[in-house]
C-alpha cells in the first residue's frame, strides 16, 4: 500500500503542470462574441480582453520557476500549501524508508558499527539534505536568502524533539513511581504529578550530557557577533566547522564502543549486588557483631562466620562452598552466572591463586567489603554503628538500584541476541534497496521542497524560517517521533531508556552532523552567519532539557509542562529578537 500511494503521488507530481486561472471582461457596447482573442482567420477582437486572475501586470510576465525544469510549482498561497504536504509526505517516506533499512541492518550486524555510524547519520539525512540544498541553490545572493529554511530546520527538529515528543513521551510512557523508581507495566496513579512518571537508565543521562556538549560549536560560531566583531566571523565559522566535524567523529566512536562498555558496567554492578548479598547475609547469621565498638569490622566475629562457611573443616573455601554460599542467597529475581559470581570472590579474596581462600584471605576480603560498603554511604549517610548496621542496608538499595539504572534486560531478554536472521543474504539485499530509495526519495525532493517554502513566504509574507521551524520537521522527523512515542508507550524502564536515548541522539546529530554540512556551505560559498536569535533558541532548550536529563534518571509527570511550555517560548523568543530587536 505505501508503495503504491507513493507512485500515486509521483504521478501526480510528474504529469501536472503549472496553470494559471483567467476571466474575460467585454465592454458594455460591444457586441462581439466572447473568444480568446482570435476570430475567424486570426484578427484580434478588440472588444474582448483577457486577464489573468489575481495578478499584476509585473507578475504576469514572470512565471514560477519549475525545479528541474518540470516539478510543478504555483504562486498562489493554497497551491504552495498543498506542494508543500506533498513535498512533505515524500520527505517523511524518505525517513521511514531509511529507519526500515537501518533496523534491517542492525538485526545482521549488531549494534556497534550500524547503532553507532549509520543510524545516527541515516537518521539525520532528509535533515542534511535540505539543509544542503537551501545553500546550494542559484548563486550566493540566492543561497543567502535561502539558507534560512536550513537553519529553520535545524532549529525546528532540535526544539520538536526535546520539546513537543519528549514531553509526549513521558505522557504516554508513564509509570507508578515507588521510591524514585518507576515500576514496569505498572500505572495505577494517573495523572498524579508526583508520583507518576518515567525512569531511565544512566546511559541516557550520558546521551543528554553528549547533547549538552555537542552545542560547543554554536558557541564558537557566534562567539564574534557576541563580541560585535566583523574580522572574525569568517574564521569563527572554519573553526566551529573542524570542531563539529571532529566531534562527529568522536561521538560516532563513542556510539560504537559504547555496547562494550554497556556490558562492563554491568557487569560490574552484577559482582557489587553480590558482594551486597553477601555481606547482607552475613549480617544475618552472624554469631556476633560484624563491627566492633570502634565501628571497625570485627575480626573475631568474621573468623566464626568462615568456620561456618568452611563445611568440611579443612581450613579452605573451595570454589563449589562458595557456589554453595551464593545459590542460597536470594538476590531478588537478579539473573547473573553464579559460576562468573564465584570466579570474581575468589579474584577479589584468593591472593595465593591456588583457587581457594584460607581463613586469613577470607578476613581480609570480608573487612574490604565492609570498608567499601561504608564508603558508599557516605559522611551524611546511615548510621554505621555496630548496632544498626545500617550501612549494609543503603549499600544494597544503592547496587539494586545502579544495577537497575545500568539497562540490564528485563526477565533475561535480550533484544539484540533474540536468534539468529533467518535468511540474512535477502534481508542484506532488502536494507540496501530500502536505504537507496530513501536515499533517492529524499534528494530528489529536497530542493523542490525547500523552493516551495520560499514559494509560500513569498505568497502569504510569512519569514521562511517559521514556515521550516513549524512544517518541515514534521516531515523529515515523523517517523522517529512515531518510533519514540510507541516505545514509550510500552511502559518499561528498558524502553524508556531507549525513548529518551533516541532523542538525545537525534538532537546531538543535529548539532554535529546537520551543522557541519551547514557550516561547510556557509564557509565554502562565503556566506553571512547571522542567526544569533535561532543560535540562542537552540542553545536554551539543550542546555534545559539535557542540563535536566543529565543529573537524574527519573522523570516525573510534571517535568512534561517544562518540555511543552520551551515550544511556544522557542517560537516567540525568535520572533521577538528577530523582528522588534532586528537580531538577525
Given amino acids: 500500500m505505501r508503495f503504491r500511494s507513493l507512485l500515486s503521488l509521483l504521478f501526480l507530481l510528474f504529469f501536472t503542470s503549472s496553470a494559471y486561472a483567467r476571466f474575460v471582461s467585454v465592454r458594455p457596447s460591444s457586441t462581439a462574441l466572447i473568444s480568446d482573442g482570435i476570430n475567424g482567420g486570426g484578427s484580434f477582437v478588440s472588444g474582448s480582453v483577457i486577464k489573468r486572475v489575481g495578478v499584476t501586470a509585473e507578475e504576469t510576465e514572470e512565471a514560477c520557476e519549475q525545479t528541474y525544469g518540470f516539478m510543478p510549482c504555483t504562486k498562489t498561497a493554497l497551491g504552495n500549501v498543498f506542494l508543500i ?32 555510524l549509520f543510524l545516527p547519520m541515516l537518521g539525520a539525512l532528509p535533515d542534511a539534505m535540505l539543509i544542503m540544498v537551501s545553500g546550494l541553490s542559484g548563486d550566493a545572493a540566492t543561497a543567502q536568502t535561502q539558507v534560512s529554511v536550513g537553519m529553520g530546520l535545524l532549529a525546528g527538529s532540535t526544539v520538536m524533539l ?233 549499600f544494597h538499595v544503592q547496587t539494586k538500584r545502579e544495577h537497575a539504572l545500568l539497562g540490564d534486560n528485563e526477565n533475561g531478554e535480550n533484544d539484540e541476541e533474540s536468534g539468529e536472521v533467518a535468511d540474512p543474504k535477502w534481508i542484506t539485499i532488502k536494507a540496501a534497496l530500502l536505504l537507496l530509495l530513501g536515499a533517492a526519495i529524499a534528494a530528489a525532493f529536497a530542493d523542490p521542497l525547500v523552493d516551495t517554502v520560499n514559494n509560500f513566504s513569498a505568497a502569504t509574507g510569512i519569514p521562511s524560517f517559521f514556515i521550516s521551524f513549524i512544517a518541515l520537521p514534521l516531515a523529515t522527523n515523523s517517523s522517529e517521533a512515531v518510533s519514540a512515542i510507541i516505545f514509550a508507550s510500552r511502559k518499561k524502564i528498558r524502553t524508556a531508556s531507549l525513548t529518551f536515548s533516541e532523542l538525545c541522539g537525534g538532537v546531538t546529530m543535529n548539532n554535529i552532523l546537520c551543522l557541519s554540512v551547514f557550516l561547510a556551505i556557509v564557509y565554502l560559498r562565503g556566506l553571512t552567519w547571522n542567526f544569533s536569535s535561532e543560535v540562542l533558541v537552540i542553545l536554551i532548550v539543550c542546555l534545559v532539557m539535557g542540563g535536566f536529563a543529565s543529573f537524574r534518571t527519573t522523570y516525573p509527570l510534571w517535568t512534561c509542562f517544562i518540555a511543552y511550555l520551551l515550544y511556544p517560548f522557542s517560537l516567540g523568543l525568535v520572533y521577538i529578537l528577530d523582528y522588534w530587536f532586528g537580531w538577525s
Fill in 85 to 116: 504536504l506533498v513535498y512533505g509526505f515524500l520527505m517523511f517516506t524518505a525517513a521511514t524508508y531509511l529507519s526500515a533499512g537501518s533496523e534491517l541492518l542492525l538485526e545482521i550486524l549488531g549494534p556497534g558499527i550500524v547503532g553507532g
Fill in 162 to 394: 526535546l520539546t513537543v515528543i519528549w514531553g509526549t513521551c513521558t505522557v504516554v510512557g508513564k509509570c507508578d513511581l515507588r521510591d524514585s523508581i518507576a515500576v514496569n507495566n505498572q500505572d495505577t496513579k494517573g495523572f498524579h504529578l508526583k508520583d507518576s512518571g518515567v525512569t531511565v537508565d544512566v546511559w541516557t543521562s550520558y546521551a543528554a550530557r553528549i547533547m549538552a556538549i555537542s552545542v560547543i560549536p554554536f558557541i564558537i560560531v557566534q562567539l564574534p557577533q557576541m563580541l560585535d566583531s566583523t574580522s572574525g566571523r569568517h574564521l569563527a565559522v572554519l573553526v566551529a566547522l573542524i570542531l563539529s566535524v571532529l566531534m562527529l567523529i568522536s561521538y560516532c566512536v563513542y556510539q560504537v564502543f559504547q555496547p562494550w562498555i554497556q556490558r562492563r558496567r554491568l557487569a560490574f554492578a552484577k559482582h557489587k549486588h553480590v558482594i551486597s548479598g553477601i555481606l547482607k547475609h552475613l549480617k544475618q547469621h552472624a554469631l556476633g557483631r560484624l563491627l566492633d565498638d570502634e565501628g571497625q569490622p570485627d575480626e573475631h566475629v568474621i573468623r566464626k562466620l568462615f568456620e561456618t562457611i568452611d563445611a568440611n573443616k579443612d581450613g579452605h573455601l573451595s570454589a563449589a562452598e562458595l557456589k554453595a554460599l551464593i545459590i542460597g542467597i536470594s538476590f531478588e529475581d537478579i539473573d547473573f552466572d553464579k559460576d562468573d559470581a564465584v570466579g570474581k570472590v575468589l579474584q577479589d579474596f584468593d591472593k595465593t591463586l591456588d583457587a581457594q581462600v584460607d581463613q586469613e584471605e577470607f578476613v581480609r576480603g570480608i573487612k574490604h567489603w565492609l570498608i567499601q560498603a561504608m564508603g558508599a554511604a557516605g559522611p551524611s549517610g546511615p548510621d554505621a554503628g555496630p548496632r544498626t548496621m545500617k550501612f549494609l542496608d543503603h
